[in-house]
């Protein structure tokens, strides 16, 4: 996946997260729907 905003996220209406954008060692997706109260960052 080389373009950018091809991420999976749940904020887009995804079923999950995309797993490999931090430099944690083998991190888990995270299931679920977008939060009501908005986007953090």
Do not use: C, I, K, W
Not at 12 to 34: C, I, K, V, W
């Amino acid at each position: 996946n080389y373009e950018e905003g091809g991420e999976n996220a749940v904020l887009h209406g995804d079923a999950g997260s995309e797993q490999f954008l931090s430099e944690m060692f083998n991190p888990a997706t995270l299931p679920g729907s977008p939060p009501e109260h908005g986007r953090h960052l």
